[in-house]
């Protein structure tokens, strides 16, 4: 039984059930996309405070298989597969930033979402 999560994200509506509780496999994946993203994460701010792409579509790539171990179902209208878009640019981060949060309170704890 996982935790449904609504995206809030208006180019990519519908819902996605991550696994909880997460299976070892599944918090080893977690665990070791963390830990081989931490060099990107570092670099996500350049000296003038914004954003560096580059370092955070690296972040990602080194997110994406951590974060489709995790999940269950996904109905997300204009993506069937389970992808995790990179455009547009600004709508595809604020729904990676979804996806990655969502996880990371399951696997920390702290999701006051009830289990589907």
Known sequence: MGKKFDSP?????????F????SIPQALA??????NAIE???NLA????????SAFTRFEKEMEPAIL???EDWT???LPLPIIPASPRAKSIEFFNWLFMSIDGIYS???DIPNA
């Not at 696994?19 to 997460?22: L, Q």
């Open 9 to 17: 994200v208006d180019n990519w509506k519908g819902s996605v059930v």
């Open 19 to 22: 696994a909880d509780p997460m």
């Open 30 to 35: 977690w665990e070791e996309g963390i830990e």
């Open 40 to 42: 990107h994460r570092k």
């Open 46 to 53: 350049r000296e003038d405070g914004s954003l560096n792409l």
């Open 69 to 71: 171990a995790c999940i």
């Open 76 to 78: 997300i209208e204009g």
């Open 109 to 111: 704890g702290n999701s």
